[in-house]
């Protein structure tokens, strides 16, 4: 098996999951990991192989936000599609397509930084490979990540919140 | 010990701590209430953070934003199909009942093949059918195709051959050939609920309408006295500027759409060029280069060659707002799609093509 090919194999999954979660789009998640990997083949070596496929995963996805605001409003039109597909869909679909439409508001409400530190942390990196990828004191990380998830609960609870004060609300 | 602060107990519970520091920090929190109670909270915190995130799988492909469908093209209604389909099908039956007394056709095809012979009458009921859907297309086509100012000036042609058999008349007619074995691609809608169950029905349309083209059109199809009208494309497209797209492509599941239709294919030693029709009229063209972007990159630092976007440049001259958007296998070879399309419009046609054209290559 190629060196390519065993990184594909070993970290292709976490980093779509990673940059799906980040994107909220899968086919632009798998476009990104496909030229991360290929940037990997470019490299004669690389020391801490998991961290330096987020970083330049990671700096992948600043560089497209940055050029294209078009596809920063893919997260109006997520919630749009959710609510049309909940329309027609039972009961516990709706409701997880609900959670989903939250997580995603909640996730996107973080600062960047906290926001990929805590993805990343989801997907089993460490605290020096969060670090490398996010070019961070590995003192700092322990803080970034309480706070990442502190806010993150938070918004949701917020947003589950207001969602039960509007049904309240319609059904008085 | 003092009271951990929140860094260190995330980094506790992330087991980020040496084992002298976690052995220190449990004996703290096991004595000390309030440590036990944030220790406790950041416990809760990580795994509602985690569920939450994790409700961010279940989400859709393609949710690029895509425009509103402003307008639709005259012939893309299907009520106006079917009127000028039946107008097409009188117009042949008409002339197939004039027959020898009318020494002259008149068509409003500018562009026409040679007529072909026919066999036998008794299949001019089925025949009649594919030629109402077949018409569809030449309607369609013939308006674009004409290569005079005014598409709807009309055209003496050759008069039919007349055979007789026992049972009719066999005539041939005048023939329009399609540009592509089956049915142009379909509308576009916005996509909504209402819009996607629309293209679903129109996706049914389609295909059932596929099938009666496909199957008219095939060599072992018995002959018909009334042959299928077909269009003619050959050279004709390259007088007419690019049309611009200016509808809405089919709502999602995007990656499950139709695959655009193959219209050509050419190759060089460095590349293959693949045109698709992905709409009426709207064509895009894929290019792939057969050399690694290693090898591509090396050539063009030794010498100067032509724009990489040379390729993109549609082929119907004159053509402005063309876009491209590019990717690279992971095999190293650069693909570039372009067309008279926004690159979101492109990003979801690009979701359309085979997957070896978007995706890895093993």
């Known amino acids: 098996m190629s060196d390519i090919d065993r990184l594909f194999r070993t970290y292709n999954a976490a980093l779509v999951r990673y940059l799906t979660r980040r994107l909220g789009d899968r086919d632009w998640a798998e476009e990104v990991a496909q030229e991360t990997f290929m940037r990997a083949m470019r490299q004669d070596t690389i020391v801490n192989e998991r961290a330096w496929l987020f970083t330049v995963a990671t700096n992948l996805v600043r560089d497209e936000a940055r050029k294209d605001a078009r596809r920063r409003r893919h997260l109006a039109l997520l919630a749009e599609e959710e609510r049309d597909s909940a329309a027609d869909d039972s009961a516990t679909t709706l409701e997880r397509a609900q959670e989903a439409a939250f997580a995603r508001k909640a996730v996107d409400a973080l600062a960047e930084r906290d926001r990929l530190a805590l993805l990343m942390k989801e997907e089993g990196l460490n605290y020096g490979e969060i670090s490398e990828a996010l070019g961070i004191a590995l003192a700092s990380v322990g803080t970034t990540l309480s706070r990442a998830r502190r806010r993150l609960v938070e918004h949701y609870e917020a947003l589950q919140h207001e969602r039960e004060e509007r049904e309240r609300n319609a059904a008085s | ?362």
């Open chain 2, 1 to 362: 010990m003092q009271h951990p602060d929140e860094g260190t107990i995330q980094a506790w519970l992330d087991g980020e701590l040496t084992s002298d520091e976690m052995l220190a920090l449990e004996q703290h929190v096991a004595d000390c209430a309030e440590c036990s109670g944030n220790v406790a909270e950041a416990r809760g915190l990580m795994a509602a953070a985690s569920n939450i995130v994790r409700s961010l799988d279940s989400v859709p492909r393609g949710v690029i934003p895509v425009p509103a469908q402003k307008q639709r093209s005259w012939f893309a209604s299907a009520q106006l199909r079917a009127a000028a389909a039946v107008v097409v099908v009188a117009g042949a039956s008409l002339l197939v009942a004039r027959g020898m007394q009318e020494p002259e056709w008149r068509t409003e095809t500018a562009t026409v093949a040679a007529p072909e012979p026919v066999a036998q009458a008794d299949r001019a009921a089925s025949a009649t059918d594919a030629l109402a859907q077949s018409a569809n297309s030449a309607v369609a086509s013939s308006a674009r195709q004409s290569e005079k100012p005014n598409p709807s000036r009309r055209v003496a042609v050759t008069p039919p051959s007349v055979a007789s058999s026992g049972s009719g008349v066999a005539l041939s007619a005048p023939q329009v050939v399609p540009a592509a074995p089956t049915v142009s691609p379909p509308p576009f809608s916005a996509p909504s609920v209402a819009q996607r169950n629309r293209s679903e029905n129109q996706r049914e349309e389609r295909a059932a309408a596929a099938k009666t083209v496909e199957s008219a059109s095939q060599t072992n199809v018995p002959a018909s006295p009334i042959p299928l009208p077909t269009a003619a494309v050959s050279g004709v497209r390259k007088s007419e500027p690019a049309k611009r797209f200016t509808g809405a492509l089919t709502a999602g599941p995007y990656f499950s759409g139709p695959p655009p239709v193959v219209l050509r294919r050419d190759s060089t030693a460095a590349m293959i060029r693949t045109t698709y029709m992905v709409s009426q009229g709207i064509e895009v063209t894929l290019v792939e280069n057969t050399v690694s972007s290693f090898e591509e990159s090396a050539a063009a630092d030794r010498a100067p060659s032509e724009p990489r976007d040379s390729w993109a440049i549609s082929p119907l001259s004159g053509a402005t707002n063309i876009n491209s958007i590019s990717w690279i296998l992971l095999n190293d070879r650069r693909v570039t799609l372009s067309g008279p399309l926004t690159v979101a419009e492109l990003e979801l046609v690009k979701a359309r093509l085979p997957a070896s054209k978007r995706e890895r290559v093993p």
